[in-house]
């Protein structure tokens, strides 16, 4: 009754071998560059007086923060590509970000002493209850065409966005809005990035739920069919991106964009095999947002340039390229 | 065996299904045939979990679907719908893989391997198998979720429309393939078919179906008949002797 007893009499097929590890150790090596770089580059002469500290309190935090946050975002990205069964969404197409920042500002407002940890988690807190919104109204919406699910998020991005706003302008905080969410990690310095070890955990749970994430990607009947708990996967996983946009959010603000180029990137050089990908998609996160960080350090010191205006140029042009290969194939 | 016990469905006004008592024995090839809106899919999507009855009570090898632990029953029951479309990027092989997924969890082991081979040499994919699913013809990618299906290696398969899409000589060679596997693997083969002249020349039981009930069950003998057809399809049917197996002609009333 088994398949597999009679496996010998069919040719088995030509397996793959173990991938090769060797493209991966050059994109860690080059991420690693990358990493480096960041450390040694900035205003400050670390050879001047002080220079040791200054290193310890702002370009190892900077630079943590960069590889903690790059692949945090880049990887919830991944996630809610899966959930959803779509391309183009990622936390800031979502509305999960955005959620994230009414938290945070909420969290100002009503608890103005609170810690960081605290705001942490009332904006996880929110970008989780926002994106089971979306995804309540992506279930409800009928026609689920590759475009309409990011419109979808983005639209509910957009109101809850003016909602904060609103709300910025009736408690004047209007002006803390736009250096809060305006991602960048000028501010970043010891003390402060400390929370973004959470963020680690994310990556890690979602390499554990790899497979199941996988069999979440062929869409609730595909999983159910294969024994997969979808509406428990569905709930997990959204809990992961909230606590990453969350956390993220509160530390350094939004970075656009980084969820959704580096998985697609990827996916479009290797395919979907989320296991072996999710290494990829972490460096990825890290190199971009590290590359675009250096940008924004460099292109007019000693003034930096936000890493969201940049990741903001790169990224839309790549969604729009996106947009377009996606049509083409129909 | 699979039964149904007074199973009823509606969506919004729309009375979809039943109440159907129905008994589905285990082995052989059996085809839900009917009108469009008949019930089939409803039906069949049912007794597969994908969809909740309003009423009654769905058992596949005694278990209850309903209450059945998700990851026992997803190892005694396959169902493949008949829409597929996957966002995802993987290949012939990498999708079949994910079929063993109720048995490994993922790790995929050295039975889940030779299951896959089987799989894929049953429905001749192992020139294909490292191909993209997005490089391969509609009825290469159906037989790719086919073999999906085939390794989570289940006693039941149900198959919505396996034939959809499927030009004349490879829905032949699907129907072939079906039959095998329950005359080799000893599966007990659900599916729903369009053309009752597949349920005739393949099919051991045919259950024929009209606005949400079971109307007739029988042999493809008991069921091909002048008056049994053109009442359940609503037309003119004749029925004339085929090569081997009954023949219903009704093109032109």
């Known amino acids: 009754m088994t398949l597999a007893t009679d496996a010998a009499t069919v040719a088995p097929g030509t397996r793959p071998g173990r991938r090769p590890v060797v493209p991966l150790a050059l994109a860690g090596l080059l991420t690693l560059a990358l990493v480096v770089a960041s450390l040694f580059v900035g205003v400050y002469d670390l050879r001047a007086d002080g220079g040791g500290d200054m290193f310890l309190i702002t370009r190892v935090p900077r630079t943590l923060a960069l590889v903690l946050a790059g692949s945090a975002m880049a990887v919830s990205g991944l996630v809610l590509q899966q959930l959803t069964q779509n391309r183009f969404v990622e936390p800031t197409t979502s509305g999960t970000s955005e959620w994230a920042a009414l938290g945070l500002l909420l969290s100002v407002i009503l608890l103005p002493s609170a810690g960081i940890a605290t705001r942490m988690v009332i904006a996880s807190l929110a970008a989780f209850a926002g994106t089971m919104v979306f995804m309540a109204v992506l279930r409800r919406v009928q026609v689920r065409s590759t475009l309409v699910v990011p419109v979808v998020g983005i639209m509910l991005g957009a109101v809850v966005s003016s909602l904060t706003t609103l709300l910025a302008i009736s408690t004047n905080y209007l002006q803390l809005l736009g250096t809060w969410f305006m991602g960048s990690f000028t501010g970043v310095v010891r003390g402060q990035y400390e929370v973004l070890w959470v963020v680690a955990a994310v990556c890690a749970a979602t390499f554990v739920l790899a497979d199941r994430l996988t069999v979440a990607g062929l869409g609730r009947d595909v999983a159910t069919n294969l024994g997969l708990g979808y509406d428990r996967l569905v709930l997990l996983g959204t809990a992961l991106v909230a606590v990453a946009s969350g956390v993220t959010t509160v530390v350094v603000g939004f970075l656009p964009f980084l969820g959704l180029v580096v998985p697609n990137v990827v996916a479009l050089l290797r395919g979907d095999d989320l296991r072996s990908n999710l290494p990829w998609v972490c460096l990825g996160g890290v190199a971009l947002v590290t590359a675009c960080d250096l940008v924004g350090r460099t292109v007019r010191m000693p003034f930096e340039v936000p890493v969201a205006m940049v990741l903001g140029l790169v990224g839309a042009a790549a969604f729009v390229a996106l947009v377009l290969r996606v049509q083409r194939r129909g | ?253």
């Open chain 2, 1 to 253: 065996m699979i039964t149904l016990d007074g199973v009823a469905k509606t969506y919004g006004d729309v009375h979809a299904l039943g109440p159907v008592d129905l008994e589905i024995p285990t082995g052989g090839v059996t085809a839900l045939v009917g009108p469009n809106g008949a019930g089939k899919s409803t039906m069949l999507t049912i007794v597969g979990r994908l969809l909740g009855a309003d009423a009654g009570r769905v058992t596949v090898g005694g278990l209850d679907v309903v209450t059945a632990r998700p990851r026992e029953l997803a190892k005694r029951l396959a169902i493949l719908r008949q829409e597929n479309h996957f966002v995802a990027r993987l290949t012939v092989r990498q999708l079949v893989q994910l079929g063993r997924f109720p048995h490994s969890q993922g790790r995929i082991t050295r039975d889940d391997e030779a299951a896959v081979d089987t799989a894929l040499g049953f429905l001749d994919l192992v020139d294909l198998q490292h191909r993209f699913l997005d490089e391969l013809s509609g009825g290469q990618r159906q037989r790719a979720y086919v073999a999906m299906v085939l390794a989570q290696d289940t006693e039941y398969v149900l198959l919505d429309e396996p034939l959809n899409n499927l030009d004349m000589q490879h829905a032949v060679s699907m129907m072939a393939r079906l039959r095998r596997a329950a005359d080799e693997l000893g599966k007990t083969v659900v599916l729903v078919v369009h053309d009752i002249n597949f349920a005739s020349a393949y099919a051991d039981q045919v259950v024929a179906m009209t606005e949400g009930r079971v109307r007739y069950v029988g042999t493809p003998r008991e069921v091909m008949t002048d008056a049994v057809l053109s009442d359940v399809f609503a037309t003119p049917v004749t029925v004339v002797e085929g090569p081997g197996y009954p023949l219903a002609v009704y093109y032109r009333a």
